[in-house]
């Protein structure tokens, strides 16, 4: 399994590098000012595998979805992702100092700069999908955003996740499920269903397909929070487990999670049979999320 | 003065009255959910002056916008005042119990829930003017309140300010007009100017009115600083004073700021002259805006 995914994941970490490098560039472009703050906005973005804007792109691509729209959006999403990520940091929330192997936000800076910075982050990413370049379906993607973002979507979900610390009995397999869709699932899916919304087309099939890829990538992740190695990783492991949080991996057992990452893995290809060989990047992103070390 | 104030301000305090059971009714129609999110989400917007929402309904009015859509715009105006008054009184920001006359969002929960509600307001902000129901002008009203609120605007405004604190040398006139004009200034100019702009009509002159009314309230709000009652006021007075910063009263001098003040009332009122009788509410918000003692 490892080694099949391997022989194929060279395509897709190619074009999950040229993503990374055409975001990038593209957040150069957009998010210059010799500022703190800008300094810290494009701080909080460089330097992530940024799937998610990865997966604008690829769905983007698969609708003939102009490339200044693309960018637009890819670089929206990574900019929600990041001011998440900047905020959940906070000693009031998570309380890590480390991020992609660099000092958080509030570490390089101070509180009130990582404050600031997440706030922001999140305001230029409404900001870049209501310019005219996105086209006449801007208004659903940005209803969308803010839907999987927000009171409910991601937000709710860490909120779920605050609770769930410090509730006397544990989630169920259902309460996680459900948390793990507010928090990552709803943003996921709003990527890789981005192309197809800017086409007006039918985002189903891409619907399907990132429902189940959300879900495999948590399990994933709760596997390498277990099974990872911090120095890859870039942030610390084994927080969940040694804080007796349920996860995936603490209610179904380390090879239920996996094979349950597996079988998710599989459901998220099928889910893109109507888009052929075109889809194969996608599915290979799909493989990749399952087998990752960091 | 006072007393003319007084005389033409039944009007205006009938019509903000009316805004805030608008906007509030509104609210409770738009934001239900019993979590403990949803209210701190309420109570961050609850019992403020609305003024900024005032503004929106009030040139939605002048401009014939239809209720649902003015109502959309208004409350979603205190959403983004309300985030950044709930992150601005975070213990690493400026550390405030009190606001209203209440306890702070992190008094009355915790520091995690005043960033996660901060955030979501923040979203939800968007996501009621991405509703159908606002109009064709849509993505305008979202682009100015993207640049307006964030790293160009608001926060670009807040950040000044915290630099402002640790400067060897204090501001000088030109550099705190700025600093405010950022702060307050361009989210006050979006809420008078929304209604032309949902319309589809010239939105100077209103840029005018709210260009010197932004000031205007800036400056009354220094001056409420020196001679605030804090009851009244409902939050910590003389805090700026004692900090030794520089404010309008302490670059101009108490007569001399008050002289300021009352000057850029009547050009805010000279500006609506195009509205003739019909922007008299707005003229007497003006005059309130100088004249209030909260």
């Known amino acids: 399994m490892a080694a099949a995914a391997d022989a194929q994941s060279r395509p897709f970490a190619q074009a999950l590098k ?31 595998k940024m799937l998610r804007g990865f997966l604008v792109l690829e ?13 637009e959006a890819a670089l929206a999403i990574e900019c929600i992702h990041a001011y998440s990520l900047v905020h959940d940091d906070l000693p009031c929330m998570d309380d890590d100092d480390l991020r992609r192997g660099q000092p958080t936000v509030h570490k390089k800076w101070d509180e009130a700069m990582a404050v600031l910075a997440g706030d922001s982050l ?20 940005i209803r969308g955003l803010a839907q999987s973002s927000g009171k409910d979507g991601m937000v709710s979900g860490q909120m779920l996740d605050i609770a769930a610390e410090t509730a006397t009995t544990p989630l169920d397999l259902d309460q996680i499920t459900r948390l793990q869709n507010r928090k990552t699932g709803c943003l996921i899916s709003w990527s890789a269903t981005a192309g197809a919304v800017m086409a007006g087309a039918d985002e189903a099939p891409l619907r399907r397909y990132a429902d189940a890829l959300g879900l495999a990538f948590q399990i994933a992740d709760d596997i390498l929070d277990v099974e990872g190695d911090a120095a890859k990783v870039g942030k610390a492991v084994r ?22 990452a597996r079988t998710l ?21 799909a493989r990749f999320v399952i087998s990752r070390d960091s």
């Open 18 to 48: 040229e993503a990374q490098s055409r975001i990038t560039a593209h957040m150069e472009a957009r998010l210059g000012g010799n500022d703190p703050l800008h300094a810290a906005m494009r701080y909080a973005i460089t330097g992530g």
């Open 59 to 71: 769905s983007a691509r698969l609708h003939g979805v102009d490339d200044d729209a693309a960018l």
């Open 265 to 285: 893995m599989e459901q998220a290809c099928d889910a893109l049979s109507p888009y052929g060989s075109a889809a194969e990047t996608l599915k290979e992103a």
């Open 239 to 260: 927080k969940d487990a040694d804080a007796g949080k349920a996860t995936f991996v603490s209610l179904l057992g380390l090879d239920a999670a996996k094979d349950r």
């Open 122 to 141: 999140q305001t230029f990413a409404f900001e870049l999908l209501a310019d005219p370049k996105i086209g006449p379906h801007a208004l659903v993607l």
